[in-house]
């Protein structure tokens, strides 16, 4: 039974050649001596309005189509064994009851690719425990130390948040962030702390990560699978001793390392515009794969100024703005095929 709609590309052309059938599956096996066909691939998703906006984008659909891959809308008010049959779910979507309805989806169709497991995407969702997989990473090598920066999780009574800090030894000053990705605006926002008498101001729970300078760029490094993309973004301007001799409270900080905050084609300082070398993030990319369990995702990166080679994580996120990102289509569509040819080589080999 299919309930689900297919998206369309408004830009296709009313030609069909070449589309994807309605039925998933992977294409049979060729003919002796006739070209291998591509794998056709079926991918469900699940992602609110504003993502798929931003995601499946008319080029992203287009170029997927010419590929032999579809992307089918889940709906959410229906059985998802009602649906289908997928090859690959897509999915961020954060109440507790759609992850039910996945997990036990894939005990029952374990042949299906979920992107990505819920109970790994979980570990992204808490900022205790985002960076705790870094912080246990041992990258320093010639290529440079990835570190992240020292916090304090603070989760009620704001009166006690000075004394807190005091005992921690933290250095003012400090960003404040929710304690809880999740999903939503609120779970972004950003506050600076420059004196110990108005932490108490705060909200819990949160985060406290001692505020570091780095020039005021941020390296975004996406991941699609095993590829990496890093581009640089403008990111919070360093504080100076000026600074916290005359800023006393609680500032909340604009949302910074959009898409119009890109500094890949500013006139930087070339210390602070170089990028972190590709040896590293490979690395990195490797290990918190492995660890998280993740294979979309990305990392806030930002270099410590005056260092050459020492970086901190300030953050992890699961299934980023890709469309901000140029030449997404490109890197996502390679990915799917990649998931294709995978599946297809197991139903050659029967297993």
């Known amino acids: 039974m299919r309930l689900h709609a297919e998206v369309r590309d408004e830009m296709e052309e009313g030609s069909e050649e070449g589309a994807v059938t309605a039925s998933a599956g992977l294409s049979p096996p060729p003919l002796i001596g006739a070209a291998a066909p591509v794998p056709r691939l079926v991918v469900g998703f699940a992602l609110t309005k504003k993502k798929v906006k931003s995601f499946l984008q008319p080029k992203l659909l287009l170029l997927a189509r010419k590929n032999g891959i579809s992307f089918v809308s889940i709906d959410e008010s229906l059985p998802l064994s009602e649906q289908g049959p997928f090859d690959v779910i897509l999915h961020k979507i954060t109440r507790k009851e759609w992850q039910k309805v996945l997990e036990d989806y894939h005990e029952e169709h ?116 095993e590829t990496i993309q890093v581009v640089r973004r403008f990111s919070l301007p360093d504080v100076n001793t000026y600074d916290l001799l005359n800023n006393v409270g609680i500032y909340r900080l604009p949302r910074v390392s959009c898409a119009a905050a890109s500094a890949d084609d500013a006139d ?29 995702f990305n990392i806030d990166m930002i270099r410590e100024l005056g260092t050459k080679d020492r970086y901190y994580i300030i953050d992890i996120n699961y299934f980023p703005g890709y469309g901000k990102m140029p030449g997404y289509e490109r890197m996502f569509t390679d990915f799917l095929l990649s998931l294709a040819q995978s599946k297809y080589k197991r139903y050659l080999s029967g297993t």
């Not at 930087?268 to 979309?296: N, S, T, V």
């Open 110 to 225: 374990p042949e299906v690719t979920v992107l990505d497991p819920p109970n790994a995407i979980e570990h992204l969702n808490n900022r205790q425990s985002m960076l705790e997989e870094v912080a246990d990473l041992n990258l320093s090598n010639f290529y440079g130390e990835v570190c992240i920066p020292r916090q304090l999780v603070i989760t009620k009574d704001p009166s006690s948040i000075p004394t807190s800090v005091a005992m921690a030894g933290l250095t003012l000053p400090l960003v404040a962030k929710p304690l809880v990705v999740d999903g939503t605006s609120k779970g972004h926002e950003l506050y600076l702390a420059y004196d110990e008498a108005s932490l108490s101001m705060l909200d819990p729970p949160l985060v406290l990560q001692e505020f570091i300078n780095h020039g005021g760029i941020l390296f975004k490094v996406y991941i699609i699978g």
């Open 268 to 296: 930087l300082d070339p210390l602070i515009a170089e990028l972190p070398p590709r040896p590293l993030l490979e690395k990195l990319g490797r290990e918190l794969r492995g660890r998280l369990g993740l294979r979309l």
